[in-house]
Structures are given as C-alpha cells and as structure tokens.
C-alpha cells in the first residue's frame, strides 16, 4: 500500500506550494497517475481527504488524470500506446510491442506520478 507515502508526499507539496502562494481558496489539487504506478485512485482520494483535514487544502477537490501507458520500440520503431492486462497488479506487467512484439522498449507515458496544478483564487 504505497499510496499511504505517495498520497502524504502529493499532501506536503501541495501545502508547501498553496502556503508560499497564500491564496483565499483552493478549490482544486491536479495530480496524474500513470497506470503503470500501480497507484489506486480511489485509494489516493480516501488517503488525501482523511490527510488535508484541517489544513489549508481541506476542501479542494482531488482531480486525478490517469495515464495510459506508451513505449517506444527498440527494435521497429514503434511509437505508441500499449494494451495491459486488467489483473496486471497481481503480477509485474510484461510490455512489449503490439507491432513487432519485441521485449526492446522503451516507456514513454505511464509510470509518473506529479502534482501539476493548484487551482485558487488570490488574496484581494
């Protein structure tokens, strides 16, 4: 259950970032997650509302955008988005290419985890 880590590290940074800022409101916290991470998104929402309680993000909305695996192939050139098997979290995912089947590849999309926007209205 490593959301319980990711989803304090997301937290902290966007305290940290939402106190330098000192807006009037936060009403939302941007974050994407590849599927590749292995990252429950439900899991992430429970871990962040039971987290921010209290603090200066307590109310913003938790927008999660998943993100699809892609690799790029070592052997053929292919550039693209792969197909995973839906247990894949039971067992580490075999990626190869849909085009040449090559185990060569490269992954492009699908394994980062980011805080990428705060959304807040300003002091007047």
Known sequence: MHEVSIGAALVDAAIRTAEEERPRRISKIHIEVGELTGLNPDQLRHIFKTTTKKTIIADAELVIKTIK??????????KGRVNLVKDFHFNAPQITCPTCKSGEVKITAGNECRLYRITFEKQK
């Open 69 to 78: 695996p892609a690799i790029e192939c070592e052997e053929c050139g292919y």
